[in-house]
């Protein structure tokens, strides 16, 4: 199976190595010269919970079309930037091609589905954290399940089949009926913690020990389940404000994906996570002032990034 992985940082250096490590012949797309050129030259470097090792038996390119026709097509670019990616990759798209996104926030099976069709789509939610150390170097911080689904809540053939090629690649899968309610349930664990962790630059652990900070994620996270509720959204599992607060523990030395963004003045999905709830919640007319002001101050910092 020859797999692409549509942006490769941090998520997708992970998963793109971990499945070459299992076999897989596996090829990276990124924009970031240096981090091409260092995996090409040196190999990724994983370090982490899983011990430390340099990945070779993996090609980095810097635009889809270097990468030739795959049989699946990983998508971890950040989520702002989806509908371009995966129009930039069209050409590598086969008839047979499917894409899994397993990205952070809202909107990104519609933008990806828009470009090639929904059939051709798999959504999932990733529990693994891992950072960017530097060009062609990752840390693997915690690990959890990869849950995938069909849009239609089928679990067929193909769902087995990539589920069985990324437990080969040592992931814990689980196959889901309701995938769009699991990724409005991590939606509403990033709406809990992302925002908070880059404006008071916390690492997750540390939102729960302020009565401050934990009163902000409670509010954010139970205006966003107003939101999904009016959208008829099928949540699943405990209740979303205790599972932002576990997530948050039990990651709790990670930086988290919009705190490390801000740290490196790159661009937030705060459109696609606060934003988005601020969006959908004006559209239904569900007041969501909490995520507004958690938007507005992350806007703010993008904005301000060559001043401070
Ligand atoms: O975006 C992130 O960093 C992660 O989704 C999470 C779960 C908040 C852990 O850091």
Not at 288 to 307: M, W
């Amino acid at each position: 199976m020859k797999i692409a992985v549509l942006g490769s940082g941090a998520m997708g250096c992970l998963y793109g190595g971990k499945l070459a490590e299992a076999g897989y012949d596996v090829t990276l797309i990124d924009v970031w010269k240096d981090h091409i050129d260092s995996i090409n030259n040196r190999g990724l470097h994983i370090e982490g919970i899983e011990g430390e090792r340099t990945v070779r038996s993996i090609r980095a390119v810097s635009s889809a079309g270097e990468a030739g026709p795959c049989d699946l097509l990983i998508v971890f670019v950040k989520a702002t930037l989806t509908a371009q990616a995966v129009e930039s990759a069209r050409g590598i798209i086969g008839e047979r091609t499917s894409i899994l996104t397993l990205q952070n926030g809202l909107g990104n099976v519609e933008k990806i589905s828009a470009v090639v069709g929904e059939e051709k789509v798999i959504a999932g939610v990733t529990g693994h954290g891992s950072t960017l150390l530097g060009p062609g170097k990752i840390r693997h911080a915690g690990q959890g399940v990869t849950v995938i689904g069909e849009l239609n809540g089928a679990v067929d053939e193909r769902l087995r089949c990539i589920g069985a090629v990324l437990e080969k690649g040592g992931f814990d899968v689980k196959l889901s009926q309701n995938v769009m309610g699991l990724i409005w349930g991590k939606l509403l664990v990033n709406i809990g913690i992302n925002a908070l962790t880059a404006i008071t630059g916390l690492k997750n652990g540390r939102l729960v020990d302020f009565s401050e900070t934990e009163e902000l994620l409670r509010s954010a996270v139970e205006e966003a389940v107003a939101v999904a509720k009016g959208k008829g959204v099928i949540l699943e599992g405990e209740d979303p404000v205790e599972h932002a607060r576990n997530v948050a523990r039990l990651t709790a030395t990670n930086r988290s994906s919009m705190l490390q963004d801000v740290s490196n003045k790159r661009k937030t999905e705060i459109d696609v996570i606060n934003g988005a709830i601020v969006q959908e919640g004006k559209r239904l007319g569900i007041p969501t002032p909490v995520n507004k002001v958690l938007y507005n101050l992350v806007s703010v910092k993008e904005k301000t990034y060559e001043e401070v």
